[in-house]
């Protein structure tokens, strides 16, 4: 047997409690029926050989010969429920877990994931891996029944306050995962088929602008406490930079004497080069914390958001946001993405125009603004580099 796949260490008080078989008579049946453990439902299950097709006449001596046969393999440890389970209905989690990352390593290195694919079943895995492993324990995979999915959902919605949308896409890849098992034989059904999603209209605008004097009282704490943090915070309300595009950010993509930040294909979100105006705060932010300095490969937000050799995934500022939260104790409907929208408002507030906010914000109308605004070149907007903010 595969080290990936181990039956259950049932104990022998476990084994012994079987019921010895006895003969049975009905009006239409003859039978023997014994009682044994089964190690999936952790209970005594009866379990029935009919005799109807053994010769009348021989039917009694044939079932005390098999009553003795059964009795014997019973006690020696025999258990027909243990001898029936396939290996892989037993599979380990943690086993199932490595061999979908291997699968995710597999797609990704031969081009059919793409890296944003990539890159969330890899953080939806470790959350899973998070959750079975440690918050609340599983050893096999047929362990992950409906009830554990709705309880992962439930603890990553209530308990870690993940928003609808994001508790809706772990929902998307467990039937993902899930699916990858039963197409390989390893699982008979989908435990998570049944779940509903959060709908629709719970999901459009759980978030709210951030008042000025909040949006203070966060520069404030986390210029004191979270340089790094507040960095990203900068380049999410002034410079407009999504989550996903904070994580692919490299050295390489700030260009501080042209006052822009490069963004190409593989790091934007609808896979265009870009060129973002860097605020003249952010850039000054930037020189005083020496990231000038860094390699031009590295990342700008790695491991616990400081610069480093490895992308993270974009649930990490969401992470560092929630503890922001609960620290300063603002409103749950100030999320990260806010600062987006807080940016964008202010702007607007300022008199900037909407054609210069739109291409910074680089919103699904972008083809339409850039009717109006061509990139002839990778040149800064001044209107941008010069707004100063409440942040």
């Given at each position: 047997?595969?080290?990936?796949?181990?039956?259950p260490?049932?104990s022998?008080?476990s084994?012994?409690?079987?019921?010895?078989?006895?003969?049975?008579?009905?009006k239409?049946c003859?039978?023997?029926?014994?009682y044994?453990?089964?190690?999936?439902?952790?209970k005594?299950?009866?379990?029935?050989?009919?005799?109807?097709?053994?010769?009348?006449?021989?039917?009694k001596?044939?079932?005390?010969?098999?009553?003795?046969?059964?009795?014997t393999?019973?006690?020696?440890g025999?258990?027909p429920f243990?001898?029936q389970?396939?290996?892989?209905?037993?599979?380990?989690?943690?086993a199932?877990?490595?061999?979908?990352k291997?699968?995710?390593?597999?797609?990704?290195?031969?081009?059919?994931?793409?890296?944003?694919?990539y890159?969330?079943?890899?953080?939806?895995?470790?959350?899973?891996?998070e959750?079975?492993?440690?918050?609340n324990?599983?050893t096999y995979?047929y362990q992950?029944?409906?009830?554990?999915?709705?309880?992962?959902?439930d603890?990553?919605f209530?308990?870690?306050?993940?928003?609808?949308?994001t508790?809706?896409?772990?929902?998307?890849?467990?039937?993902?995962?899930?699916?990858?098992?039963?197409?390989?034989?390893?699982?008979?059904?989908?435990p998570?088929?049944?779940?509903?999603k959060?709908?629709?209209?719970m999901?459009?605008?759980?978030?709210e602008?951030i008042?000025?004097?909040v949006?203070?009282?966060?520069a404030e704490y986390?210029?004191e406490?979270d340089?790094?943090?507040?960095?990203?915070?900068?380049?999410?309300?002034?410079?407009f930079i999504?989550?996903?595009?904070?994580?692919?950010?490299?050295?390489?993509n700030l260009q501080?004497?042209?006052h822009?930040i490069?963004?190409?294909?593989?790091?934007?979100k609808?896979r265009k080069?870009e060129?973002?105006?860097l605020?003249s705060k952010v850039e000054?932010?930037?020189?005083?914390?020496?990231?000038?300095?860094?390699?031009?490969?590295?990342?700008?937000f790695?491991?616990?958001?400081?610069p480093?050799m490895?992308?993270?995934?974009?649930?990490?500022?969401?992470?560092?946001?929630?503890?922001?939260?609960?620290?300063?104790g603002?409103?749950?409907k100030y999320q990260?993405y806010s600062?987006k929208?807080?940016?964008?408002?202010?702007?607007?507030?300022?008199?900037?125009?909407?054609i210069?906010?739109?291409?910074?914000a680089?919103?699904?109308?972008l083809?339409?603004?850039?009717?109006?605004?061509?990139?002839?070149?990778?040149?800064?907007?001044?209107e941008?580099?010069?707004?100063?903010g409440?942040?």
């Open positions: 047997m595969s080290k990936n796949f181990q039956l260490r049932i022998n008080a084994l012994l409690g079987y019921r010895l078989p006895v003969y049975r008579r009905t239409d003859v039978y023997v029926e014994y044994a453990y089964n190690p999936l439902t952790e005594l299950h009866r379990k029935r050989i009919k005799l109807n097709n053994v010769e009348s006449k021989q039917r001596s044939y079932a005390l010969a098999l009553i003795q046969r059964l009795t393999k019973l006690a020696s025999w258990n243990v001898e389970l396939r290996s892989s209905d037993m599979m380990l989690v943690s199932a877990f490595d061999e979908f291997a699968y995710n390593e597999r797609m990704f290195a031969e081009g059919t994931f793409r890296k944003q694919t890159q969330s079943y890899k953080s939806y895995v470790v959350k899973l891996e959750y079975c492993m440690t918050i324990k599983i995979l992950f029944d409906t009830r554990y999915c709705n309880s992962l959902l603890y990553l209530l308990d870690l306050k993940y928003s609808p949308r508790r809706n896409n772990y929902l998307t890849f467990l039937n993902i995962f899930f699916s990858y098992f039963i197409e390989r034989g390893t699982l008979k059904e989908n998570a088929r049944t779940i509903k959060i709908p629709a209209r999901l459009h605008k759980q978030r602008v008042p000025p004097d949006l203070k009282d966060i986390l210029g406490n340089k790094m943090f507040l960095l990203a915070c900068y380049l999410l309300y002034y410079c999504r989550p996903q595009e904070l994580c692919r950010l490299q050295f390489r501080l004497s042209n822009i490069y963004i190409n294909g593989e790091q934007a609808n080069d060129y973002i105006t605020n000054a932010y930037i020189r005083s914390l020496g990231l000038d300095k860094y390699p031009s490969d590295w990342y700008i790695s491991r616990r958001l400081k480093g490895y992308e993270i995934s974009p649930s990490r500022f969401g992470e560092r946001w929630a503890k922001l939260q609960t620290t300063l603002f409103s749950d990260f600062l929208d807080s940016g964008i408002t202010e702007l607007a507030d300022s008199n900037v125009t909407n210069s906010i739109r291409d910074q680089r919103h699904s109308s083809a339409i603004t850039d009717v109006y605004t061509r990139h002839s070149s990778a040149k800064a907007n001044d941008l580099r010069g707004f100063v409440s942040l």
